[in-house]
């Protein structure tokens, strides 16, 4: 027999942040004001959360000036001991404001409160933790003995992990002793806004951190600056190439974040339960907004129907809806036009021949919402196997022998992560020898952690973030692989 429980709302209060009716940027230490503005929303109600400054020209100017001016006179000079006491500050109070954050991260983005206060906000305190450690022991890093820092560094970040992406970019340029110009993407950028409030309280020194908020032009304005001399990029694949294009004729260093579609592999002799829930969490965390996302998932054939079945069980008991709710799982989709792109995609699956499945769900009526799909019958030639739909949408492929499953899991233009699931060692090892993946998870997905360095091979992008190796990226002559 099996019992159903019935869940009663469990709504996290949002009285613990306030969010003020106007945003300026951050710069040299302090709230400036913007001189155009445009809305960030609630993507789960469609309400307007605030009004934020749109960086112009002189915006981006005065930042890079303020953490010029910053890196020359305070951040450069002194030891790299008395950095880590401000990132050891920092952390601690990203802690005690952990809530606040994390409801502010709901608000704005859409996910789940549970991923946001579990998952985003303990890892990005976690990230200022371990970078902390690094700032007075540099020259034992093993990258070189007296390291220096690049100086100014511009970093540009998307919006399904907005406070996250900010800890993996800042934590580490600090650490390492640059001074930094960083802008949140254009629809989530409240908890940078809360960050900035953090380096005041940290007591920063002024310029250290500066926040200039925007869309895609205020962000060529920085990729574009001549007082910077790095950039580090986390978003889509286009976005990265203009970038690389931008930079390839400067002296700038640069790091790129991108794309994926990564191969989730199924052997037949995998831990069937465990890797259903393997899958689920690959796909369907963060609605599948994760350039890691297990979006391809290989099935070895003689598997498949009993995997598929346990699979679409285990997807009617998700439960979608209020992100503010406790017991939601899978959240809103981050925008109107990336539901946009999701629901093109999904088409085009239909229209290419593949077999789209979704549980019953009751989507509310306003926000963006997209239910968790699953498509079978999926061939390497369609769209939906190639291209990154960055949603809670799965293309399920099968294959015979193990060799089939590294030909098609590497028959991509990315090479961001990958998944292998069977008892058997060697198997896992001879299999995350061939995949060309920068991230290879081995009976589970979506692991991430400050000390492991996390990148891509091919279009998923240039460089590493994390570990020591995310750290070479911010210091001069070293090898950046
Ligand atoms: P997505 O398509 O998932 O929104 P994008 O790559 O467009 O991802 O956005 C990621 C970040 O890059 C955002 O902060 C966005 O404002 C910024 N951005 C977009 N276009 C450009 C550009 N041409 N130059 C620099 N930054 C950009």
């Given at each position: 027999?099996?019992?159903?429980?019935?869940?009663?709302?469990?709504?996290?209060?949002?009285?613990?942040?306030?969010?003020?009716?106007?945003?300026?940027?951050?710069?040299?230490?302090?709230?400036?004001?913007?001189?155009?503005?445009?809305?960030?929303?609630?993507?789960?109600?469609?309400?307007?959360?605030?009004?934020?400054?749109?960086?112009?020209?002189?915006?981006?100017?005065?930042?890079?000036?303020?953490?010029?001016?910053?890196?020359?006179?305070?951040?450069?000079?002194?030891?790299?001991?008395?950095?880590?006491?401000?990132?050891?500050?920092?952390?601690?109070?990203?802690?005690?404001?952990?809530?606040?954050?994390?409801v502010l991260e709901t608000l704005d983005n859409g996910?789940?409160?549970?991923?946001?206060?579990?998952?985003?906000?303990?890892?990005?305190?976690?990230?200022?933790?371990?970078?902390?450690?690094?700032?007075?022991?540099?020259?034992?890093?093993?990258?070189?003995?007296?390291?220096?820092?690049?100086?100014?560094?511009?970093?540009?970040?998307?919006?399904n992990f907005p406070l996250l992406m900010l800890a993996?970019?800042?934590?580490?340029?600090?650490?390492?002793?640059?001074?930094?110009?960083?802008?949140?993407?254009?629809?989530?950028?409240?908890?940078?806004?809360?960050?900035?409030?953090?380096?005041?309280?940290?007591?920063?020194?002024?310029?250290?951190?500066?926040?200039?908020?925007?869309?895609?032009?205020?962000?060529?304005?920085?990729?574009?600056?001549?007082?910077?001399?790095?950039?580090?990029?986390?978003?889509?694949?286009?976005?990265?190439?203009?970038?690389?294009?931008?930079?390839?004729?400067?002296?700038?260093?640069?790091?790129?974040?991108?794309?994926?579609?990564?191969?989730?592999?199924?052997?037949?002799?995998?831990?069937?339960?465990?890797?259903?829930?393997?899958?689920?969490?690959?796909?369907?965390?963060?609605?599948?907004?994760?350039?890691?996302?297990?979006?391809?998932?290989?099935?070895?054939?003689?598997?498949?129907?009993?995997?598929?079945?346990?699979?679409?069980?285990?997807?009617?008991?998700?439960?979608?809806?209020?992100?503010?709710?406790?017991?939601?799982?899978?959240?809103?989709?981050?925008?109107?036009?990336?539901?946009?792109?999701?629901?093109?995609?999904?088409?085009?699956?239909?229209?290419?021949?593949?077999?789209?499945?979704?549980?019953?769900?009751?989507?509310?009526?306003?926000?963006?919402?997209?239910?968790?799909?699953?498509?079978?019958?999926?061939?390497?030639?369609?769209?939906?196997?190639?291209?990154?739909?960055?949603?809670?949408?799965?293309?399920?492929?099968?294959?015979?022998?193990?060799?089939?499953?590294?030909?098609?899991?590497?028959?991509?233009?990315?090479?961001?992560?990958?998944?292998?699931?069977?008892?058997?060692?060697?198997?896992?090892?001879?299999?995350?020898?061939?995949?060309?993946?920068?991230?290879?998870?081995?009976?589970?997905?979506?692991?991430?952690?400050?000390?492991?360095p996390f990148g891509g091979y091919k279009e998923s992008?240039?460089?590493?973030?994390?570990?020591?190796?995310?750290?070479?990226?911010?210091?001069?002559?070293?090898?950046?692989?």
């Amino acid at each position: 027999m099996t019992m159903t429980f019935e869940y009663t709302p469990a709504p996290e209060s949002r009285a613990i942040v306030t969010i003020k009716p106007k945003y300026g940027h951050f710069i040299s230490g302090k709230f400036v004001t913007g001189a155009k503005h445009f809305p960030t929303i609630n993507p789960a109600t469609e309400e307007v959360l605030s009004q934020i400054a749109l960086g112009g020209k002189a915006d981006v100017d005065a930042a890079v000036k303020a953490a010029r001016k910053a890196y020359t006179n305070t951040w450069s000079k002194i030891s790299g001991k008395e950095r880590g006491k401000y990132l050891y500050r920092i952390a601690r109070i990203m802690q005690e404001r952990a809530r606040e954050f994390a409801v502010l991260e709901t608000l704005d983005n859409g996910k789940p409160i549970r991923e946001s206060r579990d998952t985003d906000i303990p890892l990005a305190a976690a990230h200022f933790f371990y970078h902390a450690g690094w700032a007075d022991k540099l020259e034992y890093a093993g990258l070189g003995t007296s390291p220096k820092p690049l100086g100014v560094a511009g970093q540009i970040i998307p919006w399904n992990f907005p406070l996250l992406m900010l800890a993996w970019k800042v934590a580490p340029a600090l650490a390492a002793g640059n001074t930094v110009v960083l802008k949140p993407a254009e629809s989530t950028p409240l908890t940078a806004l809360l960050f900035a409030e953090v380096c005041q309280q940290a007591e920063l020194p002024v310029g250290v951190v500066n926040i200039v908020t925007g869309d895609g032009s205020t962000g060529a304005l920085i990729v574009n600056h001549p007082g910077i001399d790095k950039i580090a990029f986390t978003g889509s694949t286009e976005v990265g190439k203009i970038i690389a294009r931008a930079v390839a004729p400067t002296n700038k260093s640069v790091t790129l974040e991108l794309g994926g579609k990564a191969a989730n592999i199924v052997f037949d002799d995998a831990p069937i339960d465990e890797t259903v829930e393997g899958i689920v969490n690959g796909i369907f965390f963060n609605q599948g907004h994760v350039c890691c996302a297990g979006s391809r998932l290989l099935l070895q054939e003689n598997i498949a129907e009993e995997v598929l079945h346990k699979l679409k069980n285990r997807m009617e008991k998700i439960r979608v809806g209020d992100p503010m709710d406790k017991n939601t799982d899978v959240g809103a989709i981050n925008s109107k036009e990336q539901l946009a792109k999701i629901i093109e995609l999904a088409a085009v699956g239909d229209s290419e021949g593949a077999e789209r499945w979704s549980p019953a769900c009751n989507l509310p009526s306003k926000g963006f919402w997209f239910a968790p799909t699953i498509f079978t019958g999926v061939t390497q030639a369609h769209r939906i196997a190639r291209e990154e739909i960055f949603g809670p949408v799965l293309s399920v492929l099968t294959f015979r022998t193990p060799a089939e499953a590294i030909e098609k899991a590497n028959n991509t233009p990315f090479g961001l992560s990958a998944g292998i699931w069977s008892e058997k060692g060697s198997r896992t090892l001879w299999a995350s020898q061939q995949l060309r993946a920068g991230v290879i998870w081995a009976n589970t997905f979506n692991k991430f952690d400050p000390t492991s360095p996390f990148g891509g091979y091919k279009e998923s992008g240039w460089g590493r973030e994390g570990g020591r190796h995310g750290l070479s990226a911010y210091l001069k002559g070293v090898s950046n692989e």
